[in-house]
């Protein structure tokens, strides 16, 4: 079965640090990875996501890296605020169908004051 | 524009009842997807729809059954509803995601099968 593996489970930062949430894929019908953000209550929702022409997006203090020959690709949330304390989940493209996801099992981001 | 809109947003069932969630998109989106959140397992894709009267099964689709007879509406059965399956459900929707666009997710439908 289709796995998108994602790490770590949990992390604490303190504000103004560096989160690192890392993301490793299996073989996908095509290239597209995005990361997606949700609040306690709440659907989850697009935060960043890339395609394959590229090996990093940058998006404000967001930031996807991208490795294709490893099949990895991580986010990197600098100055790391209160307000992004939330679960993040990475996904990849699901092979039965190019309008569906296969998501990992989520990293929980707590940020301190 | 609404989005993707489902309801109910709380449900208790009893084991052995059925019940139907409600999925509507409003965006004229092609491919329609159930997901269900449990902790520490992620979202794990139920069933999918390509279109109308197109459904096919994802990751984890026993004990549930699709049918998508608009490009509005997805609606998911429990026929006889389990413990195992209290869990939060997602609806979503995309056009595609091979030509730029994303998935958009509901707020969820929270379940509890006593």
């Known amino acids: 079965q289709q796995q998108v593996k994602q790490s770590p489970q949990s992390l604490i930062v303190q504000k103004g640090g560096i989160s690192i949430i890392n993301c490793a894929y299996e073989?996908?019908?095509?290239?597209?990875f995005p990361w997606y953000q949700q609040f306690p209550g709440k659907g989850p929702a697009l935060l960043i996501a890339?395609?394959?022409?590229?090996s990093e997006k940058k998006e404000g203090r967001f930031t996807i890296s991208f490795n294709k020959s490893a099949k990895q690709f991580s986010l990197h949330i600098m100055d790391s605020q209160p307000g992004d304390s939330a679960t993040y989940f990475c996904?990849?493209?699901?092979?039965?169908?190019?309008?569906?996801?296969?998501f990992g099992k989520g990293t929980k981001l707590s940020v301190k004051p | 524009n609404a989005g993707v809109t489902q309801t109910p947003k709380f449900q208790v069932l009893k084991t052995g009842q059925s019940m139907t969630l409600q999925c509507a998109q409003d965006?004229?989106?092609?491919?329609m997807s159930w997901y269900r959140q449990d902790p520490g397992m992620g979202l794990r894709l139920i069933h999918y729809?390509?279109?109308?009267?197109?459904?096919d099964q994802g990751e984890v689709p026993n004990g549930y059954n699709v049918s998508r007879s608009t490009t509005e509406d997805f609606p998911l059965r429990l026929l006889s509803a389990a413990p195992s399956q209290t869990s939060v459900y997602f609806c979503?929707?995309?056009?595609?995601?091979?030509?730029?666009?994303?998935?958009?997710f509901g707020e969820g439908s929270w379940l509890t099968v006593v």
């Open positions: 996904a990849a493209p699901f092979r039965g169908s190019q309008g569906n996801l296969i």
């Open positions: 729809s390509v279109g109308a009267g197109i459904t």
């Open positions: 979503a929707s995309s056009m595609g995601l091979l030509s730029g666009n994303t998935i958009y």
């Open positions: 890339i395609r394959p022409d590229v």
């Open positions: 073989n996908t019908a095509f290239d597209y």
């Open positions: 965006m004229n989106h092609e491919y």
